[in-house]
Each structure stands twice: as structure tokens, then as C-alpha cells.
């Protein structure tokens, strides 16, 4: 039985590093271990999740399909049910930016030896991008997904030095390299919505709204220049 993956998982699917071990922290459903073993991805992967009842689900589907020998089913925080060096690659889909980063900070020993870790932050991705450059990651991959009416952005990064300007850290580096084929349409929508805010806010003259609305009429700058070199 072949799992069929929604796009955004395709796409972690496909930045995790092939025949080699790797961990699903936060699996859920299980779908994208299932998907990487099925798929001759990768020979072993361990699917954690810090919740029981979907974990349990991940189990029985694991079981239903006889994958007990390359899909291990780990209850726990984190990355704290790793060893150190026992999975090459990482990956964290469908939390927070705020919370990968507790969780990586969290585990330090078993980051050191990771190889590549895949990040699907569900908001909080300037603030993950920030985060990555000041503890010694560089992005390696970067992809943006469009699904449900929802963009979604996918990082992939290895152990080394990288420098990000504002707009790199903003917005991908590698997404605005490669000038990525959505990136365009992702950020006119993120101006629509700056500019919606600003219109809202334009005919109240308190300190706080002012100095909002300097902060907004920033980003709509930002995403101008942005724009611009696309
Ligand atoms: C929205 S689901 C995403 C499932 C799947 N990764 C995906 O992208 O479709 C988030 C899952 O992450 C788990 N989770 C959140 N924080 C976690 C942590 N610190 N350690 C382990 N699991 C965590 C939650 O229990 C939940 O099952």
C-alpha cells in the first residue's frame, strides 16, 4: 500500500538525505515515514511524537503495513528519544517555528551529529531562518509549497556559515535566488494583506497605531524590493 502525500510533505520527502537512516520528530499520522520506506527513501526511520493517541495511530498504520522492522515507533519530547549519530537526517513538518527551535536548541549533542535537518515551520520562518545562521546551519535546499489555499515554506540545512541580509532572512535565500516560481504570487498575497492592515488602521492617530502602521508601511517596502528582483 502506497501512502499518497500532500505536496508539502512531498517536498520534505524530498530534501531528506536518500539511504540513510532518519527521524520524523512530530510524525502524527506517520504518513511521511511510511512514504520514505515505501518508497526505497530511506532504509530506516523513526517516527516520534510527543502526543499518545497519534502516535498510536502511526503505530497501527506501521503495523497494518508490516513495517515494524524499519519504521521503530518512539514516544517522546524532542529529540531527546535520539542518540546521538543514529539518524542522518532530521526533519520537523507542521509546528511552529518558535517550538523547532526550542527543540533543536534542546538537544545539542544530537544535532552536533545530524547531517541535515528539514524544517517545515508552520509560521515563525524569519524567526527560524534568524535562529539557523546564529547557531551554525546553512541552508542548503528551500522550496515553497502551495496547498489548500496555504503557502507553506520547507528549509532544508546542513552544519556551516551563512550570512543573511533582510530579505534573505525574510524570505529565503534560495527562494529569491532561484527566484522560485511562487514566490512571486506568495508575496504580492503578503502584501495584499500588510496593505488591508495598513487601510484599517490609517484613521487612528494614537502613538501606537502610527508607529504600527511605520512598521507595516516598512514591510510593504520590503516586499516591493523583493518584488523587484524577481
Ligand atoms: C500538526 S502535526 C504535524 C504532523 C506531521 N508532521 C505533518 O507535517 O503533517 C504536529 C505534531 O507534532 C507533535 N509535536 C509538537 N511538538 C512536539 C515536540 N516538541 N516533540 C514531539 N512532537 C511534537 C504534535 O503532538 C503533533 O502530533
Redesign the pocket.
Known amino acids: 500500500m502506497k501512502i499518497k502525500l500532500p505536496e508539502r ?1 512531498l517536498s520534505v520527502a524530498s530534501m531528506i538525505l536518500p539511504g540513510k537512516a532518519a527521524a ?6 506517520g504518513y ?1 515515514p511510511v512514504h520514505l520506506v515505501v518508497e526505497g527513501i530511506c532504509p530506516f526511520v523513526i517516527a ?4 499518545r493517541s ?1 502516535l498510536e495511530s502511526a503505530r497501527q498504520l506501521v503495523e497494518l503495513l508490516s513495517l515494524t522492522k524499519t519504521i521503530d515507533i518512539r514516544f517522546g ?2 529529540l531527546e528519544i535520539l542518540e546521538p549519530g543514529e539518524v542522518a537526517t532530521i526533519c520537523m ?3 511552529g517555528g518558535a ?1 523547532i527551535r526550542s ?1 533543536l536548541s534542546d538537544s545539542p549533542l544530537v544535532l552536533d551529529k545530524t547531517e541535515r535537518l528539514v524544517l ?1 515551520p508552520q509560521r515563525g520562518a524569519v524567526g527560524l531562518r534568524r535562529w539557523l545562521a546564529d547557531n551554525g546551519f546553512t541552508i542548503v535546499a528551500e522550496d515553497l509549497v502551495m496547498e489548500d489555499g496555504f503557502y507553506y515554506e520547507i528549509i532544508g540545512v546542513e552544519h556551516g556559515h551563512m550570512v543573511l541580509d533582510e530579505s534573505q532572512t525574510e524570505f529565503g535565500p534560495l527562494l529569491l535566488a532561484n527566484r522560485h516560481p511562487l514566490l512571486k504570487d506568495y508575496l504580492e498575497l503578503k502584501k495584499a494583506d500588510l496593505t488591508r492592515l495598513i487601510d484599517g488602521l490609517s484613521q487612528n492617530r494614537t502613538k501606537e497605531c502610527q508607529e504600527r502602521l511605520a512598521q507595516l508601511s516598512y514591510g510593504v517596502q520590503r516586499i516591493e524590493r523583493a518584488l523587484k528582483c524577481l
Request: net charge negative; charged share 25%.
Open positions: 510533505l520524523d520528530i512530530g510524525t502524527d499520522h511521511l516520534t511524537d510527543r502526543a497519534p519530547e524532542g513538518a507542521g509546528v517550538t527543540v517545515q
